[in-house]
């Protein structure tokens, strides 16, 4: 592990278990840790850690992970199908959805989060999605309802 690593996680350690409110004081916290670090790193790693400033009670400040502070906003199952989905196509009870590289997955998760009966299962590969339609249902319906989800967030735009 790199002492970037190391020192980062140091960082997140100490910041879960005690208030930090200054760089200085995490300095010496981390030095009691063994980690030294000058001001800029510091700077740095709270910056690519996402570390900001928060007040738990309105007064004191501490350093905390941006994610305990406003948890992120996770956008509707139907909104992600309609962005990134490109292309749908069917064949007997599959369906292969194609997506742009690195969003099948995410893809996969909205689909599964959707709840929709006719879905029995979901494979993502990098950016092509293999739907599993349960026996009895169309995959061709489901895809035709896929892209109405993309087709109406174009008329809503």
């Given amino acids: 592990m790199s002492l970037k690593t190391e020192r980062q996680k140091a960082i997140l350690a100490v910041v879960a278990k005690q208030l930090v409110a200054t760089q200085g004081e995490l300095k ?14 510091l700077s740095r790693d709270i910056r ?12 004191h400040s501490r350093y905390a992970p941006l ?6 906003v996770q956008p509707k199952a139907g ?16 369906l292969v959805l194609k997506t742009d590289p690195g969003e099948a997955n995410p893809v ?6 959707m709840g929709w009966r006719e879905v029995a299962g979901t494979v993502a590969g990098d950016d092509t999605l293999l739907v599993v339609v349960r026996e009895g249902a169309s ?9 109405d989800l993309k087709n109406r967030k174009k008329d809503t735009a």
Wanted: glycine share 12%; hydrophobic share 50%; charged share 25%.
């Fill in 108 to 113: 996969g998760l909205a689909l599964d989060r």
């Fill in 67 to 72: 994610e305990a502070v406003a948890p992120p």
């Fill in 139 to 147: 995959a061709k319906r489901l895809g035709r309802r896929i892209m």
């Fill in 48 to 59: 690519e850690l996402g570390l900001v400033k928060a007040s738990g009670d309105g007064v």
């Fill in 79 to 94: 909104a992600i199908l309609a962005r990134l989905v490109h292309g749908v196509e069917a064949s007997g009870n599959l």
């Fill in 28 to 41: 010496e916290l981390l030095h009691a840790r063994g980690v030294e670090a000058d001001q800029a790193t």
